[in-house]
């Protein structure tokens, strides 16, 4: 599991319902890494696309396919 990840949602396993202030501060660490994780997925599927072209004319051909069916 990445370094700071959350283990497990916010209120999962308990009856008490989360504060408001507790959840929005737990919503706003969540919606931090996620922004974090997709810039980083973004950045690691531009540099596949540059150092292997094939890969994405092949990626493209496949989103295609998915787009037609």
């Known amino acids: 599991m990445p370094e700071g990840a959350i283990a497990e949602p916010v ?3 308990t009856d008490d319902p989360p504060s408001a202030g507790g959840e929005l501060v737990a919503d706003a660490a969540r919606l931090r890494q996620r922004a974090v994780f997709l810039r980083e997925l ?4 531009a540099l596949l696309a540059r150092s292997t072209p094939w890969h994405g004319r092949t990626a493209g051909l496949r989103g295609r396919l998915r787009q037609s069916m």
């Open 42 to 45: 973004a950045e690691a599927r």
């Open 11 to 13: 209120g999962s396993g």
